[in-house]
């Protein structure tokens, strides 16, 4: 703020790839665990000894948890490289 002078807190280094603040490679860390253990999920979820109701959470938590840390990852991306896979 140019008024009083107050700095703005930031989470991500935006429009430089090769540079980071810790908590934005923490956090991109964090989901990349998350979409791995949803494909782990997934893979329990065709065990034989599996009930039907786990098999529906696991596949269900499973789908999810990799939908989500997709799609945070391509969000990370375009905050980090405005237009990124956008066409005009």
Same mark, same amino acid.
């Given at each position: /703020? #140019?008024?009083?002078?107050?700095? #703005? !807190? @930031?989470?991500?280094? !935006?429009?430089? @790839?090769? &540079?980071? *603040?810790? %908590? +934005?490679? =923490?956090?991109? &860390?964090?989901?990349?665990?998350?979409?791995?253990?949803?494909?782990? =999920?997934?893979?329990?979820? /065709?065990? !034989?000894?599996?009930?039907?109701?786990?098999?529906? $959470?696991?596949?269900?938590?499973? =789908? =999810?948890?990799?939908? @989500?840390?997709?799609?945070?990852?391509? $969000?990370?991306?375009?905050? #980090? %490289?405005?237009? *990124? $896979? %956008?066409? +005009?």
């Amino acid at each position: /703020n #140019k008024a009083t002078g107050s700095l #703005k !807190p @930031v989470a991500f280094l !935006p429009n430089r @790839v090769n &540079g980071q *603040y810790i %908590i +934005e490679g =923490l956090a991109a &860390g964090f989901l990349f665990c998350m979409g791995g253990a949803g494909f782990i =999920l997934l893979d329990m979820s /065709n065990a !034989p000894s599996a009930s039907r109701n786990n098999r529906f $959470l696991m596949i269900l938590s499973g =789908l =999810l948890s990799i939908m @989500v840390s997709f799609h945070l990852c391509q $969000l990370f991306i375009r905050i #980090k %490289i405005p237009g *990124y $896979l %956008i066409s +005009e």
